[in-house]
């Protein structure tokens, strides 16, 4: 039963491929506020689920509902409109752009100037560009990211990349937050400060974060509520300490030979 708080509720969600169930009957709810993980062994479904509440794929059956209102069937466009945001396993940057363009993209779907006045290249033009620039600017400040606003995206280091990732998804000015993997490829200092930063951005935006992570300091460190898959299933949901603790998440990640589970 959806309750004023809660921003996300997820319901007997299920994706078929063909004969294989990437995810089924798959239930999550999420409160306003909450900083939950979502994990299980490589090929669990939890990917193919992030893509189905992002549009990506449509549900073989199953409901989304995103603050009250239904989102299957809405294009992933219209899903970013509505608050929902994400980042990828693998970084998905306009490599070739700077840092400030990279943000400035996604600040266009809130410009308010036609195609007319950008062909045009008229007044109107010249000023929202200007103010998108300093938008921009002022967000990759709150990053500490302003000194780089001009580097080539793909010429910085794998975790400043990740902080221009999220800095991204966040100028979409989301209510949800999904980070896939963000801790993948990082480095034992890169990885504190991305717990760091998960921290500041959930606290300074007010955001409700659902994290993949398959880094189980970054999981057991900062959520405060997890669910586990297997094979396409919830197994175990709770605190990061039941989870640690739970047989059947256990027995699954060993049973995988990944016993980097506890
Ligand atoms: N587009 C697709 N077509 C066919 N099968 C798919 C597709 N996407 C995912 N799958 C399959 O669905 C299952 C779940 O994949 P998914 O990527 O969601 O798992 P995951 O838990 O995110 O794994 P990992 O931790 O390795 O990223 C896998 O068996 C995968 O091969």
Redesign the pocket.
Known sequence: MTTISTILEISDLTKF??G?G??RNFDLTLKKGDLNGLI??????????FNLITGI?EPTAGDIVFNNTSIVGLEPFEITRLGIARTF?NIRLFSNLTVLDNVRIAYHPHTKYGMADGILHNRKFDVHEKELTEKAQDFLAIFGLENLQNEIAKNLPYGQQRRVEIARALACEPRLLLLD?PAAGMNPREILELMDLIHFIHDRFDLTILL?E?QMRVVMGICKYITV?DF?QVIARGTPKEIQENERVIEAYLGKGAGHAA
């Open positions: 491929f063909g294989l990437a995810v299980g062994p490589n090929g669990a479904g939890k990917t193919t689920v794929y396993q993997e993949i398959h898959m396409g």
